[in-house]
């Protein structure tokens, strides 16, 4: 059938076009007797994972069950039957991250005292005498739930402890008056544009559920139920920006700033805050391409913000909240650490302050590396000698990285501007004058503030001014399982952060990091993440009520002065 749309818009044909297609593929399968001998029932619930394709699973002597008034329609509509594709004729033409796990398909639960942000998906089960007397336009109940939890630290046993909200306000003898407490969202929400050119990313999903109009709700109620003082988007669509997300975000009470990405790309970062928690100082964007520079064709962004915070606490310095998505290919760490270079000499030129030290400093985003790479280790612990990294291990994305390239000496050129501590060439020479005027002034080496610039470096060293924690662990306390922010049918693996600049006297802080920040963040608590087993018993993600392909991250932090 060929169906024409000549007043509708280019998206809404392409609707059309898909469900007719998708009623065609129905009819024939139906037609030619295969669907009956693959069909399974289960309830519904678009987000159980694909029954296996065996031979085992396909009767011949199995039949339909019996409905009142049954129509092939309604079932259609209603995604209740599953159709197994003729190509996958056994269980080992799966991808292998999404066959079912048998021995482990039991629900996920969390015995939390707090289910601040759960989430409940149906799980699939076999066909009983129940659902063949299923009656139709009914709702079957939810069997399966993941939920996650609230971890929060307490400060008196310095651990993460699951704890009652109520029980962590008490832990300290602060007024509400000399406190700033607020929380963080990292949030990559997946670029519509994107998905549709990476179809082959998201085969384990129903059709229905990657559709536009049906992934915001669920994007928007997320953001609703977790109630972030701050969110940080990454693949925000620009189109949608404008028209939706925006709109929607200030109706909740957020002011937003966006950065798209450069080149005609359709998506770019989104960082916003409540008006009633922050006021906007600046906006600073940051684009990674470079017309002049080979080695910088890439079109990523970065936006770095700079809040002061609106309370009636003590609080007087302004915190600085970054965001970023670099690069994904797994093969080209000597860009990415460059981009992230540049990221942090945007960084140390908002967030340093009059007397030469920084504001409390959070830095979110998708990395596109894994934890303990040596990108992530040079964030963390502000250096990294590169001579002999083979570029293709900067990121830790590949196991066996393929080509035996290393990083050249220096990564970038002298023309970029930035210097090996990661900051702007013209910013550190200023900031030599301004130390060198002050040596007579100061007492000791010892007593002295630690110095911002190191002047000796090898040519291979590179260093920046935060040392930085991660609000995350990246694997499940006791048991060692890697914690995952990313599932599809690809990768299931941790790229996305939330980095901070550390209290004086939190156990999380690194050590000297005391000396270069005018107070600090202390870390009150995170929403926990999930591993890739919890992720594929509800069919990974995109899911029916997970609508991106990544997790939402969050914090809860405390200015400390």
């Known amino acids: 059938m060929h169906v024409r749309y000549p007043m509708l818009s280019r998206h809404l044909q392409r609707l059309g076009r898909d469900w007719v297609a998708h009623w065609n593929l129905t009819q024939r399968r139906l037609q030619d007797g295969h669907a009956y001998k693959c069909m399974k029932w289960t309830e519904y619930c678009s987000w159980a994972s694909y029954p296996h394709l065996s031979t085992q699973g396909c009767l011949g002597n199995w039949r339909l069950p019996l409905f009142c008034n049954w129509q092939l329609p309604d079932l259609v509509q209603n995604r209740s039957i599953h159709l197994c594709t003729p190509k996958m004729k056994s269980e080992g033409d799966e991808p292998s991250l999404k066959r079912r796990r048998h021995s482990g398909d039991q629900d996920i639960s969390c015995s939390s005292p707090i289910e601040k942000f759960s989430t409940s998906f149906p799980s699939e089960i076999s066909p009983s005498p129940t659902q063949t007397q299923h009656e139709e336009g009914s709702t079957p109940e939810p069997r399966g739930v993941i939920k996650r939890h609230w971890e929060y630290f307490c400060q008196q046993s310095k651990k993460m402890k699951i704890l009652d909200e109520d029980k962590q306000v008490s832990q300290d003898n ?16 997946l670029s519509q544009d994107l998905l549709e050119d990476n179809s082959h990313l998201y085969k384990h999903c129903r059709r229905h559920i990657l559709a536009w109009n049906y992934r915001f709700p669920n994007i928007l109620s997320d953001i609703k139920q977790l109630d972030a003082d701050v969110l940080c988007l990454q693949e925000v669509q620009e ?3 404008g028209t939706e997300i925006k709109p929607s975000l200030e109706a909740l009470g957020y002011h937003c700033e966006y ?21 906007l100082l600046s906006s600073n964007p940051v684009e990674f391409f470079r017309h002049n520079i080979p080695l910088l064709d890439r079109d990523n962004v970065g936006l770095v913000l700079l809040l002061k915070p609106l309370s009636s606490c003590k609080a007087t310095t302004a915190i600085c909240v970054a965001n970023t998505h670099l690069l994904y290919n797994p093969r080209r760490g000597d860009i990415k650490l460059t981009q992230l270079a540049m990221l942090l000499a945007e960084i140390t030129n908002v967030a340093i302050q009059d007397n030469g030290r920084f504001c409390p400093l959070i830095l979110c985003g998708d990395f596109n590396s894994v934890p303990h790479s040596p990108l992530y280790n040079f964030l963390r612990e502000g250096k990294l000698n590169y001579e002999g990294l083979p570029i293709g291990k900067v990121s830790g994305q590949e196991e066996s990285p393929r080509g035996k390239r290393i990083l050249s000496i220096p990564i970038w050129p002298p023309s970029l501007g930035i210097s090996q501590d990661c900051m702007y060439e013209e910013q550190k020479r200023q900031l030599e004058e301004e130390r060198e005027r002050e040596k007579p002034q100061a007492a000791s080496l010892e007593n002295s503030e630690e110095s911002l610039i190191i002047t000796k470096r090898l040519p291979t ?13 990246h694997y499940l ?14 990768s299931s693996v941790t790229v996305d952060y939330i980095f901070y600049s550390a209290a004086k006297f939190s156990p999380a802080k690194q050590p000297g990091a005391e000396h270069i920040f005018d107070g600090g963040l202390n870390l009150l608590g995170r929403l926990s ?24 991250l969050l914090a809860k932090f405390r200015l400390e002065e």
């Not at 602060?174 to 929400?189: A, C, H, L, R, W």
């Not at 950065?259 to 998506?267: A, E, H, L, W």
């Not at 260093?463 to 995350?472: A, G, I, R």
């Open 174 to 189: 602060k007024g509400p008056q000399e406190k700033f407490d607020f929380t963080v969202m990292s949030y990559n929400i």
């Open 239 to 241: 189109d949608q920006f």
């Open 259 to 279: 950065k798209m990405r450069t080149g005609r790309k359709p998506d770019g970062c989104a960082t916003c805050f409540k008006t009633s928690k922050f006021h």
């Open 461 to 473: 060293d590179l260093h920046h001014s935060f040392q930085l924690s991660s609000v995350y662990s």
């Open 477 to 490: 306390p006791g048991s060692g399982v890697p914690e995952v922010t990313t599932c599809h049918s690809r």
């Open 529 to 552: 993440l999930l591993t890739e087993r919890d992720l594929w018993t509800v069919n990974g993600l995109p899911n029916e009520t997970n609508s991106s392909d990544h997790l939402p």
